[in-house]
């Protein structure tokens, strides 16, 4: 059984990923700020254990960390998932403010660097570390997907899952052989968009359609397996051919 400590726990993705690990039996240790909104999607369980933090208080890490040792979890896994959608808000004009640049940064890059530095020195088993990225870290927006590209995705967004990706490389390096690094960047997933959309999404891209809730999670599984004990410093694109071209 492998346990695996997963930031985010209350979103989309982080959900779906949590409820697929419970299912291949593995002990789960998630993050929210609000336990009771997090129940409300997954349900109580004896594998599964709930820190509510927040990651922008000074003591945030301290308190992951005084969990982890009360409830006895050695873990050996940790997937930096988190997300705050308060940070992804425009101005007026569409651009980005200051505070929001930095706060999408702190949530996506440094809270992640250090909290992985804190848990591989308290954990002498975590020897695997995985991001969540996106395909916005990769490559910029395709402006035929949007109506309008300035009012629907704040540059912050890719800004800051770029810096992700290649923080995940640095770390690699820098925790290597004992702890693998890599990262995982997801093409749309379908359920946060109208159906207009989808249809431009699926036109752009080779196979031709969206991920589904699913599809998020066998990368996740294989980064946790044997099957990739050899790979560190890598980014997993899952994105149906959109970064081919």
Known sequence: MNKIFITGGSGKIGSSIIKFLLNNNELVVTTTRNKSN??????KQKNLFVIEVDFEKIDAIEKITNFLNHNKIKINCLIHNARSLEYLKMESDNTTSKNN??????????FPYLLSNSLVKEFKTLNNIIFISSIYGVVAPNRELYEDL???LPINYGVCKSSQIHLAKEMAVR??????????????VKGRVDKKFISKYEKLNIQNKMLEDYDVNEPIYFLISKGSENMTGQNLI????WTVW
Do not use: H
């Open 38 to 43: 997090f129940y409300k999607k997954i349900k």
């Open 101 to 110: 640049f930095i706060g999408e940064f702190y949530i996506d890059v440094v």
């Open 150 to 152: 300035e009012k629907s």
């Open 175 to 188: 925790l290597g052989p004992s702890v693998r690094v890599n990262t995982i960047s997801y093409g749309g």
């Open 238 to 241: 899952i994105d149906n051919g």
